[in-house]
């Protein structure tokens, strides 16, 4: 099993930042490839950031390329997610998501979330 704390959320006004932290535990964290997901009020859960076991290969939704950066500390078991430039539809509950490196498919692994709201 792997544990996934997320936190780092809060309100801000447009065009403010803010960084999401992801603390893993109980497997290898250099094992697994995260991802940050994210729910908005009424709409589905989507996609929003990956970075690989590595940290070498990233990838990002288009709503959100060039304002988000996702990053990761193998050593600290920790992935981040900097968000700059933050827009009202930027709100949403925040999810960190892990998978085994190598598998394809949905992700195992989820933490309980953390809220972003952005106000205009």
């Known amino acids: 099993q792997v544990q996934l704390v997320e936190s780092g959320g809060g309100s801000v006004q447009t065009g403010g930042s803010l960084r999401l932290s992801c603390a893993a535990s109980g497997r290898p964290f250099n094992n697994y490839n995260m991802a940050w997901f994210r729910q908005a009020p009424g709409k589905e859960r989507e996609f929003v950031s990956t970075?690989?076991?590595?940290?070498?290969?990233?990838f990002y939704a288009d709503s959100v390329k060039g304002r988000f950066t996702i990053s990761r500390d193998n050593a600290k078991n920790t992935v981040y997610m900097q968000m700059n430039s933050l827009k009202p539809e930027d709100t949403a509950v925040y999810y960190c998501?892990?998978?085994?490196?190598?598998?394809?498919?949905?992700?195992?692994?989820w933490g309980q979330g953390t809220r972003v709201t952005v106000s205009s």
């Open positions: 998501a892990a998978k085994y490196r190598g598998t394809r498919g949905n992700y195992d692994y």
């Open positions: 970075i690989s076991w590595s940290g070498d290969t990233t």
